[in-house]
């Protein structure tokens, strides 16, 4: 992808500009992804006296808990632990132990968003035993399962986790198994050169105040990391999709989608497993948000066309909600991605027959034959249930997404071979409403329709 038009690199530098003014930044830096690579980069502010570039190290916070969940999917993808274990099954001695691993990467565990003792993020941290020796009854706050109830804790908790099962400390499994594959040498647990220093913005005065820098040791799975505008767009990538190995592909598709909701009837904001989760401008974002004493950063990926955004500032508050998404907006409204151009596909023609029209009694399907032997089964109407299916070997089809996700769709046949209806996990679609020629549950009234 090249880079964007200069006119829409000049709406996005506004953006920020009037972003890095109005809220008083020290530094702000941010970029557009495109396919796996920047497309747009913009900086506004000094860090060291000029203006930052894409190798000026920001630290990112909560983003490090995406990092940490990448490991916790590598471990089950790799069996050595089911996302249904209780936590206490890997970290024996644990006052929450029944509270699961899933619950945990989805924040639905009901933990106490910090942990005891002082403000972790402003004092230095404390070996994991230590903080384990602190936690009680207290810390449960809701019925696991319950509701969606953020906390640093837990992600403490899933990096003990991660030590546990790889035999070394989390950071080092995070630099091995995901920052070096993906190429990503400048995120690190503790700043390099050049790097931003975190301030505080005084709220009446245009002052700064520099803010505290700590190993937060056993919360640091929680928000330890920093990293550059360059390396933060190779994680954008990531999390579109393009993974680099580093995880299946089926795998990252499961941490991005919705295991909760954060905003009640609204869904406009979620969290999958490690993934923050957003709806915006139409599109489905997954990503995460950070902040730290003197930081903010945030990270957006919308997987259906690989397009990415983010931004790393220096400023303790302050960076606007929307910035991202505005970014977006202005990238939609300026250079709107054409869709893929249609051509043929490559496709098995036994099953040619097979599409068309169906009824689930009444009501109008169709049925499309996807690439190879794959389907889709549509309501003609608009209401009803969208599901598209995989083709197993054993010539049944397995359910992807929607009302009939992981259900099983079958072919059934007449005594003479002939094809008589599809069963859908037990639901029967045949070729007219309701065939009295087909097996349907409940049978078919012999007087037929009437007026």
């Known amino acids: ?14 953006r920020i500009a009037v972003e890095q003014a109005g809220s008083r930044l020290p530094s702000l830096a941010a970029a557009v992804v495109r396919d796996g690579r920047i497309a747009w980069f913009g900086a506004r502010g000094r860090v060291g006296g000029a203006a930052p570039t894409e190798a000026t190290q920001y630290r990112i916070g909560s983003i490090t808990k995406s990092m940490v969940a990448v490991v916790v999917m ?17 970290i024996p001695g644990t006052p929450v132990g029944e509270v699961t691993v899933a619950q945990l990467l989805s924040h639905t565990a009901g933990l106490t968003a910090e942990p005891p003792g002082q403000w972790w993020e402003r004092t230095p941290g404390m070996p994991f035993e230590e903080l384990l020796a602190l936690l009680g009854p207290e810390t449960s706050r809701h019925r696991p ?5 953020y906390s640093n804790l837990g992600f403490g908790l899933l990096g ?3 030590a546990r099962h790889r035999g070394t400390d989390w950071a080092r499994a995070v630099r091995e198994e995901i920052l070096e594959p993906l190429g990503m040498r400048d995120t690190t647990t503790r700043p390099r050169a050049p790097h931003a220093t975190g301030y505080a913005v005084h709220p009446w005065a245009d002052v700064l105040l520099p803010e505290p820098e700590h190993d937060a040791v056993a919360l640091a799975p929680a928000g330890q990391i920093w990293s550059t505008p360059a390396d933060l767009a190779r994680w954008a990538a990531f999390v579109a999709g393009d993974t680099g190995g580093v995880l299946a592909e089926s795998t990252l598709a499961e941490m991005r989608e919705p295991a909760t909701v954060d905003d009640g009837d609204a869904w406009t904001g979620g969290y999958g497993l490690g993934l923050q989760l957003a709806r915006a401008g139409g599109r489905r974002l997954a990503g995460h948000t950070g902040s730290m004493p003197g930081f903010l950063a945030s990270v957006w990926a919308d997987p259906a066309d690989r397009t990415g955004v983010l931004f790393l500032a220096n400023a303790t508050s302050g960076v606007s909600r929307t910035l991202l998404t505005d970014l977006l907006a202005v990238l939609d409204e300026h250079e709107p991605r054409l869709p893929a151009e249609w051509a043929p596909a490559e496709v098995d023609p036994g099953l040619l027959e097979l599409t068309g029209p169906w ?14 032997r794959d389907l889709a089964l549509i309501p003609l109407n608009g209401t009803g249930r969208t599901s598209r299916f995989a083709a197993r070997a054993d010539g049944t089809w397995l359910g992807l997404d929607g009302y009939y996700a992981g259900e099983t769709l079958r072919l059934a046949h007449r005594p003479d071979g002939t094809l008589s209806h599809l069963d859908l996990n037990t639901f029967v679609f045949t070729r007219t409403p309701y065939d009295p020629a087909a097996e349907v549950p409940g049978g078919v009234d012999p007087d037929g329709w009437r007026s």
């Open 1 to 14: 992808m090249s880079p964007v038009l200069e006119s829409t690199a000049r709406a996005l530098l506004r």
């Open 74 to 90: 590598r471990l089950r993808d790799e069996g050595r632990l089911d996302l249904l274990d209780p936590v206490g099954k890997h």
């Open 145 to 149: 399962g319950r509701r969606y109830h």
């Open 160 to 162: 003990e986790l991660v």
């Open 359 to 372: 009824y689930w009694g009444p009501a109008p399907y169709v049925l499309r034959l996807l690439g190879g």
